[in-house]
């Protein structure tokens, strides 16, 4: 199966699925982080901005809950 049919197949799946879909693809890349891989320019330009806003104001953090919160709402 191509890219491009995996990409036209994803909003044909369930919440559930497409979920599974994520971890499955999250833990792929960490493995190959792990493995000695590097973030993209991208990841890598969104973890210097957290770690320089956590430097700017470090604290415990927000609850998951808030920030899952943040992303649905964002998403709309």
């Known amino acids: 199966m191509s890219k491009a049919q995996i990409l ?3 909003p044909k799946l ?3 699925d497409r979920s599974q879909l994520f971890a499955r ?3 792929l890349h960490e ?3 792990l493995d000695g ?3 993209a320019p991208a ?3 969104a973890l210097d901005e957290a770690l320089a ?3 700017r104001h470090p604290g415990p953090g927000e609850p998951w809950r ?3 919160r943040q992303i649905r709402e964002s998403r709309r």
Request: glycine share 4%; charged share 40%.
């Open 43 to 45: 990841e890598r330009q």
């Open 31 to 33: 493995a190959d982080l």
């Open 8 to 10: 036209e197949e994803l």
């Open 14 to 16: 369930t919440v559930s």
């Open 53 to 55: 806003e956590f430097e």
């Open 66 to 68: 808030e920030v899952f």
């Open 25 to 27: 693809l999250a833990e």
């Open 37 to 39: 891989g590097s973030p």
